[in-house]
């Protein structure tokens, strides 16, 4: 089995990774596992070097929604099935078996829901955008959105890509902390990684985040548990990375030719400080 990773921009990724080759590993797959170190030409050269390898099934998880039509049609020519794992390309349907991930627009609406809860309808909201173009930042956008049209009182007073990385979600809070200041009463990050670089921009500045600044997030990593146990996260909707054991289910019955659905929606849930403590334990990424 081949796989092309995007890289390791957030503890998400890394946890993906972990369950990508440790399955691998449990079931005695040869995985030919290639990180992109966040390039889409490295992916593309990936899935390339994964065709002239005659590998049975491509995996992967397309940085971005777009460029993929050429070398998907090449894979599919080379007779090679490929399941796209964690993010959507935009490519039709036919040059791909499956899509094995979350609904990004359902956690962006839920985002939206809780944020509203949390504020009582009314807030300045600043949002960190994930990888610009890429499924999840798209989809999280959108949802975000569509249940923000029902509170008039909550507006986006900025917006921005922190790419999905603590590094620069912290830079780009801190940006938004100069132009606004204290008019900011809240914060949507598309990752963990970025809200917990938010939170740190947000105590240098000398305003207490999850207090002055109501928070919420995605994907329910370790760190956001920890957040919220220090009561500087308000929420944080889980976006799942342990796709191993499916990916190699679904892996192994393209080979023995069995059909299997074009959509394979990942488990989700969504994480309050009051869990915090008692469900950190439990967490294994
Ligand atoms: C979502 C995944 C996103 C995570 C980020 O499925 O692609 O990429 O939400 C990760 O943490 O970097």
Partial sequence: I??????????WRAANTISIKETAEKL????RFM???????????????????????????PIVETGWEEVFREA??????????????????????????????????????????????QANIVELVGTIDSAPANDRFTGFREILKDYPGMQIIASQSGDFTRARGKEV??????????????????????????????????????VDITIVSVDAA???????????????????????PQFFELALKVVNGETIPKWVPSIETIFFPEDAIEILPTRTY
């Fill in 76 to 121: 599919k020519d080379a007779g090679i099935p490929i399941i796209l794992v964690d993010r959507r390309a935009a490519v039709p349907q036919d040059l791909y078996v499956s899509y094995l991930g979350s609904d990004f627009l359902e956690e962006g609406r839920n985002a939206a829901r809780v944020m509203a809860k949390l504020v009582e309808g």
């Fill in 173 to 210: 809070m801190a940006g938004f902390l100069q132009t606004y200041g204290n008019t900011i009463t809240a914060l949507y990050a598309h990752n963990d990684d970025m809200a917990l670089g938010a939170i740190q921009a947000i105590e240098e500045y000398g305003l207490k985040p999850g």
């Fill in 222 to 244: 370790r760190g956001a548990f920890e957040a919220m146990i220090a009561g500087k996260l308000n929420a944080t909707v889980e976006c799942n990375p342990l796709l191993g």
């Fill in 35 to 61: 990180d992109a170190q966040q390039k889409q030409e490295n992916q593309i050269e990936a899935v390339r070097k994964l065709i002239i390898q005659k590998v049975d099934v491509i995996g992967l998880s």
């Fill in 2 to 11: 081949g796989y092309s990773q995007i890289g390791a921009e957030s503890e």
């Fill in 28 to 31: 005695g797959v040869e995985l």
